[in-house]
């Protein structure tokens, strides 16, 4: 059984940075790709981040760019987004998500942690 477990929301004020973590637990055979996802309140999940398992690229949203840095642990199978300059139009629930493979033989299968709520306001 696979599990992403999240830590790090909070409130934070304007201005302020937090770090967010995901740790990916279970029986894994290989992570392909994790990334992070957003969803403030009355809208729609929106895409943040994301990195590549093998070759380290990473992906932004315009939105988050130059203010937002995700790295990865590959022997923790954890990844983490640094958030900084916050703005309280970051205030949403961020959710992980991990492109992963259980078998070597197996296909792909798309996981998703609980989210932790992110608040950013004075």
């Known amino acids: 059984q696979v599990q992403l477990v999240e830590s790090g929301g909070g409130l934070v004020q304007p201005g302020g940075s937090r770090r967010l973590s995901c740790a990916a637990t279970g029986s894994i055979f290989s992570i392909n790709a994790m990334v992070w996802f957003r969803q403030a309140p009355g809208k729609e999940r929106e895409f943040v981040a994301a990195i590549s398992w093998s070759a380290d690229n990473t992906y932004y949203a315009d939105a988050v760019k130059r203010r937002f840095t995700i790295s990865r642990d590959s022997a923790k199978n954890t990844m983490y987004q640094q958030m900084n300059s916050l703005k309280p139009e970051d205030t949403a629930v961020y959710y992980c998500?991990?492109?992963?493979?259980?078998?070597?033989?197996?296909?792909?299968?798309?996981?998703w942690g609980q989210g932790t709520q992110v608040t950013v306001s004075s």
């Open positions: 998500n991990a492109k992963l493979r259980i078998r070597s033989w197996g296909p792909e299968y798309n996981y």
